[in-house]
């Protein structure tokens, strides 16, 4: 009963605590002048008009990334990310980091116009073997453009099977044959992997980390802190729903606070 009567009266004061976007965490000196508690990383997959969970309408994504324009969030990098959680460098305020993935031709087609059209970059999780195979994925020559234009095109595996699912030998093939290819179509050391699936153990936290990888996103939903697996980073994935803007805002704003104070479960 107590419990409720705090939730009543922490509702009523939702708005004032919302004036200003963002909850400032006084628990990390590595995140203390960000302006937010942790590090949002947000999630999607496609942008496109199909009317599935994991297709935002462009519409929407454009609603979305006008929303962190004007509200003075600063898109960050996986590089950006990683030297502050493991080396504590410091992030502008409201750091948010835009990852992709899967790799989806839609990523470049839809995606790429709004996000320049706000100043946004964002990191592409590819299926390698993927690329130049399927019509509805990307080409290495649009990853090489997209690269170009200050975007990050990051390995989430080779064939995007379930890594706990394989023996030793075909998870370290997934996650070293996509980094080499990766490095070697693109000119460039691969240090960023997406579980597919979400799917994840230690062990192969550690198979990462040995093929030279600096850090990996897992699907669980939160913000990446200093807390936080830097192989096992949270994530805060968006879908399409009956009222995709609203489930964002939600999703940035109000749930994360109901979360920490442990009214509810990610």
Known sequence: MIKKIVLIIFLCFIPVILTSPHVVSQ????????????????????IDDVNI???????????????????????????????NLEQGKELPPNPVLITFDDGYEDNYKN??????????????????????????????????????????IES??????????LTNEQIKDEIVQSKAALDKNLGQNTYYFAYPTGTYNLYIAQMLKDAGYRAAFTIK???????????????IPIFHTADTFSSFYRRLNYIPLFEKLGWIKS
């Not at 935002?56 to 929303?67: C, G, L």
């Not at 130049?132 to 200050?150: A, S």
């Not at 939903?221 to 994530?235: D, K, Q």
């Open 221 to 235: 939903y939160g913000t990446a802190e200093t807390s936080s697996n830097i192989f096992a980073l949270e994530r």
């Open 156 to 165: 989430h595996t080779v064939t995007h099977r379930s890594l706990t699912e």
């Open 27 to 46: 628990n990390s000196t590595a995140l203390e002048n960000t302006g937010q508690d942790g590090i949002i990383v947000l999630n999607y997959h496609k």
């Open 111 to 152: 995606a790429y116009p709004i996000l320049k059209k706000y100043g946004f970059t964002a990191t592409v999780f590819v299926i390698t073997s993927f690329l130049n195979k399927y019509p509805n994925y990307l080409t290495w020559d649009q990853c090489r453009e997209l690269k170009e234009n200050g975007f990050y």
């Open 53 to 83: 969970s994991l297709s935002v309408r462009p519409a929407d994504f454009d609603k979305q990334m006008a929303y962190l324009k004007n509200n003075d969030y600063n898109v960050i990098t996986p590089d950006d990310l990683y030297e």
